[in-house]
């Protein structure tokens, strides 16, 4: 189910990839990619320019996505 879309090209070498993800698939790789990078939820917050708690949202489905 895709309640949220967020769609978003990935530059590949051959062209542009199209990826749509739903709100709980986007928290997956973000918890992924975070635990990748061995960065805390406060680390990765602060960097981003979010809270804390907006973090914990958006890695459990249960945040919404703004792209800008």
Same mark, same amino acid.
């Given at each position: 189910?895709?309640?949220?879309? *967020?769609?978003?090209?990935?530059?590949?070498?051959?062209?542009?990839?199209?990826?749509?993800?739903?709100?709980?698939?986007?928290?997956?790789?973000?918890?992924? $990619?975070?635990? !990748?990078?061995?960065?805390?939820?406060?680390?990765?917050? $602060?960097?981003?320019? *979010?809270? *804390?708690?907006?973090?914990?949202?958006? !890695?459990?489905?249960?945040?919404? *996505?703004?792209?800008?």
């Amino acid at each position: 189910e895709y309640f949220c879309d *967020v769609e978003y090209f990935v530059p590949q070498k051959d062209g542009m990839i199209f990826i749509a993800m739903n709100k709980k698939e986007i928290g997956t790789a973000i918890v992924e $990619r975070r635990d !990748e990078l061995r960065i805390t939820q406060a680390r990765l917050a $602060r960097v981003s320019g *979010v809270s *804390v708690h907006t973090l914990s949202n958006l !890695e459990t489905g249960d945040g919404n *996505v703004t792209l800008r």
